[in-house]
């Protein structure tokens, strides 16, 4: 099944074929607690690390390995698009009642310049509607110079009433 995906690589990554642990982290919101179930396997893969979460934001970082790099040596835009959207999903678990995520309905990133070195990313939630998210993000460099920016729509599951109460 992964060898494909080993060949398109060109090598075996540690994370092809294991199975990564479920885990979830606490997050305070406002009075009541979040458990967020941890990042994708696929962001993980990429190395996302989340710095923060809570109250609608999230704040993750990336420090890039070379497998990451486009031929010009820069962060690869589908990297930066990743982050983007992980983040803005990171960031609509917190909203009040949200169970889980339906996943992201449409995303829009703008490249601003390249991205070299260590990156972080910080989404928020424009507005939660009963069934829907409006997210933005902005990804920034070690010199805090605006690399990428993104907003996306992402579907929402909320929990029943009665699970709430």
């Known amino acids: ?19 990564l ?12 607690e ?8 696929f962001a993980v893969s990429l190395g996302l690390r989340t710095a923060s979460v809570g109250s609608g934001r999230a704040v993750l970082t990336l420090e890039p390995r070379e497998d990451l790099m ?5 962060v690869h835009g589908g990297v930066l698009a990743t982050m ?7 960031a609509s678990r ?3 009642g949200v169970s889980e995520l339906g996943g992201t309905t449409d995303l829009h ?7 070299i070195g260590s990156l972080r990313v910080e989404a928020w939630v424009e507005h939660a509607a009963k069934s829907m998210s409006f997210c933005r993000a902005e990804v920034r460099n070690a010199a805090d110079e605006l690399v990428a920016v993104g907003s996306a729509s ?4 909320r929990a029943s009433r009665s699970a709430i109460a």
Request: no cysteine; net charge positive; proline share 5%.
């Open 84 to 90: 983007v959207d992980s983040a803005m999903a990171r």
């Open 34 to 41: 979040v458990e967020l179930p941890e990042l994708a396997p």
């Open 109 to 115: 990133v703008q490249y601003l310049r390249p991205g």
């Open 1 to 19: 099944m992964f060898a494909a995906f080993e060949k398109f690589l060109g090598y075996r990554h540690e994370l092809i074929g294991v199975r």
């Open 21 to 32: 642990k479920s885990a979830t982290m606490k997050v305070d919101h406002m009075e009541s």
């Open 70 to 74: 486009n031929r010009r040596g820069v």
């Open 94 to 96: 917190t909203v009040a």
């Open 154 to 157: 992402l579907k929402l599951r």
